[in-house]
């Protein structure tokens, strides 16, 4: 008998939430799976069936045998509307890659962040980014068994480190084509499990303490062939005015709530703006000194995506752009 863990998004709005259940069965490979869909804003309860449709497997480091993560089909077999892969799926190669920069707030269950149980912490931001010590690192813990979690399932984290608020940590997780967008969200599932057994829970909202605070964001590096072997500044800054004609529409495809953390501070260009420039992180998106200390061989990092964006929505929206 196999255990399956199967994942996918819900139909909340403006960001789904992750469900999961797990199914035994003697089957070599996870079958199809119907699920009430009017218990996840997916379908109305006289027509609720819904159907899960595996697209990626992963060894299960916490309970059970696989991983699932799933796409989402209507009664009627049709791809459903909350279903975001589908669109990005369809556009994405192994050519892109892919880095997300998952930010993110730990907490306690009644909502207070890590170290903030008296208000605000002793220090202002400053000690607490790669920071060691109690008085300025909490939640350590977590993190590093998150980063185990994920390695073991074949998720590719390229580094962790806390962020500059206490509480606040992030994950870099690197991945092709569709995969990517896979990857980024079954890294979140395994997140909130690992957190779980610390009797802590998960934090993406992009401004989940208002102040002189950095909020989370979830940068976004990414390269195709021609960047990463055939580049030049030409290339490079023809990229960023493309994205910047659509500067709109990135927005509305980044994340709710995104106006609270692009203010034009704290590392941040205003959300209003569209701007680029060489290792400038108060700009929309950064051209990294590697890519130009390479001949102009490498990458960019899109700035303004938001710690809550769906990854399938933004891999969506860079390549339709630069494609």
């Given at each position: 008998?196999?255990k399956?863990?199967?994942?996918?998004?819900?139909?909340?709005?403006?960001?789904?939430?992750?469900?999961s259940?797990?199914?035994?069965?003697?089957?070599?490979?996870?079958p199809e799976w119907s699920?009430?869909?009017s218990?996840t804003?997916?379908?109305?309860?006289?027509?609720?069936?819904?159907?899960l449709?595996?697209?990626?497997?992963?060894?299960?480091?916490l309970?059970?045998?696989k991983?699932?993560m799933c796409?989402?089909?209507t009664?009627?077999?049709?791809v459903?509307?909350?279903?975001?892969?589908?669109?990005?799926?369809e556009?994405?190669s192994?050519?892109?890659w892919?880095?997300?920069?998952?930010e993110y707030?730990l907490?306690?269950?009644?909502g207070t962040?890590?170290?903030w149980e008296d208000?605000i912490?002793s220090?202002p931001?400053g000690e607490y980014?790669?920071?060691v010590?109690?008085?300025?690192v909490k939640?350590?813990?977590?993190?590093?068994?998150?980063l185990e979690?994920?390695l073991?399932?074949?998720?590719?984290?390229?580094g962790?480190?806390?962020?500059?608020?206490?509480?606040?940590w992030e994950?870099q997780c690197?991945?092709?084509?569709i995969k990517?967008?896979?990857d980024?969200w079954?890294s979140r599932?395994?997140?909130n499990?690992?957190?779980?057994?610390?009797d802590?829970s998960v934090n993406?909202?992009?401004?989940p303490?208002?102040?002189?605070?950095?909020g989370?964001?979830m940068?976004?590096?990414?390269s195709?062939?021609?960047?990463?072997?055939?580049?030049s500044?030409?290339?490079?800054?023809?990229?960023?005015?493309?994205?910047?004609?659509v500067?709109?529409?990135?927005?509305?495809?980044y994340?709710?709530?995104?106006?609270q953390?692009?203010?034009?501070l704290?590392?941040?260009?205003k959300?209003t703006?569209f701007?680029?420039?060489?290792s400038?992180r108060?700009a929309s998106?950064?051209?990294?000194i590697?890519t130009?200390e390479?001949?102009?061989?490498?990458?960019?990092?899109?700035?303004?995506p938001?710690?809550n964006?769906?990854p399938?929505k933004?891999?969506?929206?860079?390549?339709?752009?630069?494609?």
């Open positions: 008998m196999t399956y863990e199967y994942v996918w998004l819900d139909g909340y709005q403006p960001e789904p939430f992750l469900r259940k797990v199914k035994v069965t003697n089957d070599q490979t996870p699920f009430d869909g218990s804003l997916q379908a109305d309860g006289g027509s609720s069936d819904c159907i449709t595996p697209v990626q497997e992963y060894t299960n480091p309970f059970g045998d991983l699932v796409g989402v089909q009664g009627s077999r049709e459903h509307p909350s279903n975001t892969r589908h669109a990005a799926s556009v994405a192994d050519e892109w892919f880095g997300f920069e998952q707030f907490t306690n269950p009644d962040i890590l170290g208000g912490p220090k931001q980014y790669c920071g010590g109690a008085a300025n939640g350590r813990e977590v993190s590093e068994a998150h979690a994920c073991e399932a074949g998720i590719e984290l390229t962790t480190n806390a962020e500059v608020a206490l509480g606040q994950y690197l991945g092709k084509g990517a967008g896979d980024l079954m599932y395994l997140l499990k690992v957190a779980e057994d610390f802590v993406i909202h992009p401004k303490q208002s102040g002189d605070w950095n989370s964001g940068h976004t590096n990414f195709n062939k021609e960047m990463r072997e055939s580049g500044e030409e290339l490079f800054n023809s990229m960023c005015e493309k994205l910047g004609k500067h709109e529409d990135a927005i509305n495809n994340g709710s709530d995104n106006d953390r692009l203010t034009g704290h590392e941040t260009q959300i703006e701007s680029f420039g060489v400038d108060g998106i950064r051209i990294p590697y130009v390479h001949d102009w061989n490498g990458y960019l990092e899109d700035r303004r938001a710690s964006a769906d399938y933004i891999i969506n929206h860079i390549i339709s752009t630069l494609s």
